[in-house]
């Protein structure tokens, strides 16, 4: 069955870094462009970042440009988000989504900035 694991949450000092990692199984990874989003507690979900099957194009909410990065390896079946320079305002729970008319999330992982 289709399987997206996320790993790499924790708690980070503001202006740290952190890198999540999502494992794909289960469904063609190559044909699916990916996503991450994020939601923090009494907000609705949002998107963060998007990436292409063939990596040529990446979006990003105007909150992260600059900040984070998303990348995949499609020989792994593989995404990632690389964050930088952390916020307070980025603590949320991480979400990793494949796209298409067929779609499917991940369970989430905990991404905490804090002093």
């Known amino acids: 069955q289709v399987q997206l694991v996320e790993s790499g949450g924790g708690l980070v000092q503001p202006g740290g870094s952190l890198r999540l990692s999502c494992a794909a199984s289960?469904?063609?990874?190559?044909?699916?462009?990916m996503s991450w989003y994020r939601q923090a507690p009494g907000k609705e979900r949002e998107l963060v970042a998007r990436?292409?099957?063939?990596?040529?194009?990446?979006n990003y909410v105007d909150s992260v440009k600059g900040r984070f990065t998303i990348s995949r390896g499609n020989a792994k079946n593989m995404v990632y988000l690389q964050m930088n320079s952390l916020k307070v305002e980025d603590t949320a729970v991480y979400y990793c989504?494949?796209?298409?008319?067929?779609?499917?999330w991940g369970q989430g992982t905990q991404v905490t900035v804090s002093s």
């Open positions: 989504k494949a796209d298409g008319p067929r779609y499917w």
């Open positions: 289960g469904f063609t990874f190559r044909l699916n462009a």
């Open positions: 990436i292409t099957r063939s990596s040529d194009k990446t």
